[in-house]
């Protein structure tokens, strides 16, 4: 099975119906000064989208999987791909959401994406999203890159995350599960989810 969580920001899948966590432990910054982390391991490495990641996120996202799970459009064009890094560039000025492409450490080749949205607290945020492409699925690029964002957002920023996945996406709740995710309850799904109709929704605190 494949591993994708529902991505957050514009194509989340956050929101309506979800348990209600612990008040004491919700963090909610609102908008917060953003620095750009270096965050990688021996395998991957995660940065901001870039104008020269258009045409890879473009051919990624022709996999019909991923509209499967996530919010990404169907059919997905060079616009959306292009609108994608245009508006991470801006959230991440305006410090509300963090995106990163996820790369391979050694040759730089595109595996996916995963970030960190709605640092104002909007939906139960902020939430962690993230997609693979085909290639990249069933070999720990999930939960490298879900760890490495989670320890960046949890102990440097000091937020609790919301994660999200449908309840059939068994592969993705595991990367959850391996990034020490808590799952909290199970919530209706918003409309506009491909054919999601419930969520699993897990939290991680700092």
Known sequence: MWLVSALSGANTLGGGGNPEPDAALLCHPGRVRLT???????????RPPAPGDVDAITEACQDPEIPRWTRVPSPYTRAHATDFVERSARTWKQGTD????????????????????RFGGE??????????????????????ALRLVADWACRELGV???????????ASRRVAEKARFRFVGEAKAPAGCGDCETVAVYELTP
């Not at 750009?36 to 995660?46: Q, S, T």
């Not at 963090?98 to 949205?117: C, N, P, Q």
């Not at 609790?160 to 068994?170: I, S």
């Open 36 to 46: 750009v982390p270096r965050l990688d391991d021996d395998e991957i490495v995660l």
């Open 98 to 117: 963090a995106a990163f492409v996820i790369v391979d450490a050694e040759t730089g080749r595109l595996l996916g994406a995963i970030g960190v949205h």
């Open 123 to 144: 939906d139960d945020g902020p939430e962690v999203g993230y997609w693979l492409e085909r290639e990249a699925r069933s070999r720990g690029v999930a939960t490298r």
């Open 160 to 170: 609790r995350l919301l994660l999200q996945a449908d309840v059939r996406n068994a």
